[in-house]
């Protein structure tokens, strides 16, 4: 798990501008910073799809963007993931102290568990004879939040990995995500990596996502070397 700097920039709002030393140290400190208090722990399972219901359960897919992301997949894995509760506490302590810290520690923190995640999809490409879907959260396009409870219900993160969805579909500790992927019917790629994240060969999340005036949505690399 790491803090990559790219990403790192492009949360805070950057558009190509150049970093001077003082502002490399902050990126710096906060990025250690994360990586020191988190303590990543994760849970997956597998299901088959009948239709867009899970199957031996009683939850189905909504919205056209997650069918349209999962068309063609006999089956899928949800996935939660967290940092624990350290970066929370961490967080409340800066942001007592200082606004700019807390900014930083809060976005790298967004970061790394962002690439704990695609971690976590590699290993799982890596063990799987045929090709997976960029996962895929709830609030992306139409795939409505609530499903987020669900997912944790059947995942039981409050005991695996302490991970719980409070009434206002929020989870706790925050830096934390639940999110599904397709397993397709497609040969695997013969690099575990290719397709996980944008700008890859293949559609990201960004690219599965209708929600074009996301702040945070990511272009291809491309565009952005356009810019």
């Known amino acids: 798990m790491q803090v990559d700097r790219e990403e790192f920039l492009r949360y805070l709002g950057w558009k190509g501008q150049e970093t001077d030393d003082t502002v490399s140290e902050k990126l710096d400190r906060a990025a250690e910073r994360a990586l020191e208090l988190s303590r990543p722990r994760s849970v997956v399972r597998r299901f088959g799809l009948d239709g867009m219901r899970l199957e031996g359960t009683d939850f189905f897919f909504e919205g056209e963007d997650i069918r349209k992301h999962l068309s063609g997949c006999g089956a899928v894995f949800l996935l939660a993931a967290t940092l624990g509760a350290q970066p929370e506490r961490e967080l409340m302590r800066l942001s007592e102290k200082s606004a700019c810290e ?55 993160t409050d005991t695996q990995i302490g991970l719980c969805c409070d009434e206002s579909l929020l989870l706790t500790p925050r830096k934390s995500v639940t999110a599904v992927v397709g397993i397709t019917a497609r040969p695997a790629p013969a690099n575990a990596r290719e397709g996980r994240g944008c700008g890859k060969k293949s559609h990201s999340q960004c690219g599965g996502c209708g929600k074009t005036d996301c702040a945070f949505r990511r272009e291809p690399r491309g565009k952005e070397s356009d810019r």
């Open 102 to 156: 807390a900014l930083l520690f809060d976005t790298a923190c967004s970061c790394a568990v962002e690439c704990y995640c695609d971690e976590i999809c590699e290993d799982l490409q890596r063990d799987c004879p045929t090709a997976l879907t960029a996962r895929f959260s709830c609030g992306y396009g139409d795939f409505p939040l609530g499903a987020q409870r669900e997912i944790c219900r059947l995942l039981r």
